[in-house]
């Protein structure tokens, strides 16, 4: 019954949808108004944000959404990180009794973690698989986004948007 | 412009757009490394946990999204609950200046999780719960999946997600 194949499509992920790991976090308004970010305070830590890549899935082979690059906006204020580096990793959801299992996906980042990506500034930031993955309905994919950062530093996450190709 | 109608999609909802009333919820890592999770303190207490079902909706009748069933995935941590029960309710969008209507739907657990002893044991689940009737998202109205957790003095939980599994016609 019918045939799409479209490969341009793209998915919004709010901050909403984000969680942060050390660190004070807060939803809260973005520097431009009418913007909201998720926001991480100002302190010399390490804090991991982790973004759920919420695609539609689908349980037939090579249909559904193939998920082939996520970009993140984000911005560095106040002063300069020391690194922001990502990373991609796909949870295989446990069988009932089962614990889940995680498995890291090869990716690139299009701004160097320390030379590019930590300057304080605003951010697009694109991470690319380096071999696109069709999303199957027992799978969910999660990326990470690991700010090293010294005292100054606030971070805000205004928004991912997660590229692919939808066959149904 | 063509035609789709696909019986196998799927959508995942992550813990983080969980609504949870009752109890210390935090953000926090999964028991495995690189997965997250809603977490709930221990306490002798009862907490309600709202899914909401985040699927494309049509305002034309029979299609969009025929939603069929939903997997929750959660882990009960170092003692079991008291109980634990669903409900999948059903949300009529009201009106300007009226309410929202509520209609629960009728389901059915899946073989592992149809008695109450073995929702509430201290273990890893996937519970799925099937619609009776499966329904179609109209614009007008949204789903959510309401979890009562009745924990034990120390039971904690860490709910890992959804997956709501629908057939698309569009």
Same mark, same amino acid.
């Given at each position: 019954?019918?045939?799409?194949h $479209? ?25 431009v ?5 998720f ?7 390490t ?21 082939k ?19 991609l ?6 069988? $009932?009794?089962?614990?889940a ?9 299009s ?9 304080? $500034? ?10 696109p993955?069709?999303i $199957? ?19 805000d ?6 590229n ?5 | ?7 196998h ?9 969980f609504?949870?009333?009752?109890g ?12 997250i999770?809603?977490?709930v ?7 309600v946990?709202?899914?909401?079902i985040?699927?494309?909706?049509n ?22 609950c ?9 949300v ?32 890893q ?11 179609w ?7 959510l ?26």
């Amino acid at each position: 019954m019918g045939y799409v194949h $479209d490969t341009a499509m793209s998915q919004f992920i709010p901050p909403t949808a984000m969680m942060g790991v050390t660190g004070t976090f807060t939803q809260a308004a973005g520097a431009v108004t009418g913007t909201i970010a998720f926001h991480r305070a100002a302190a010399a830590q390490t804090s991991v944000i982790t973004i759920p890549v919420v695609l539609p899935s689908n349980s037939s082979a090579l249909k559904g959404a193939y998920l082939k690059s996520i970009e993140v906006d984000y911005e560095n204020l106040l002063a300069a990180a020391t690194s922001v580096t990502f990373a991609l990793n796909k949870v295989t959801r446990g069988a $009932d009794t089962a614990v889940a299992v995680v498995s890291a996906v090869t990716v690139t980042q299009s701004l160097t973690a320390a030379a590019g990506a930590e300057t304080q $500034d605003q951010h697009k930031c694109t991470v690319t698989l380096t071999t696109p993955e069709w999303i $199957d309905n027992d799978v969910y994919y999660l990326l990470t986004m690991t700010i090293v950062a010294g005292a100054t530093v606030t971070n805000d996450v205004l928004a991912a948007v997660a590229n692919y190709t939808l066959r149904l | 412009m063509g035609y789709v109608q696909d019986t196998h999609m799927s959508q995942y909802i992550p813990p983080t757009l969980f609504h949870c009333v009752t109890g210390t919820w935090t953000n926090a890592a999964g028991a495995v490394t690189g997965t997250i999770a809603k977490h709930v303190a221990a306490a002798d207490q009862t907490a309600v946990v709202n899914i909401p079902i985040l699927l494309p909706s049509n305002s034309s009748a029979l299609k969009g999204a025929y939603l069929k069933s939903i997997e929750v995935d959660f882990e009960i941590l170092i003692a079991a609950c008291d109980a634990v029960d669903a409900v999948i309710n059903k949300v009529t969008r009201g009106a300007d200046t009226a309410v929202a209507v509520v209609a629960a739907q009728a389901f059915s657990y899946d073989t592992g999780h149809d008695t109450a002893a073995e929702r509430d044991d201290l273990d890893q689940h996937l519970m799925t719960l099937t619609l009776t009737t499966p329904i179609w998202i109209d614009n007008d109205v949204y789903v959510l999946v309401e979890l009562t957790l009745d924990q034990a003095l120390t039971t904690t939980i860490d709910l890992l997600g959804a997956v709501a599994n629908f057939d698309l016609k569009v």
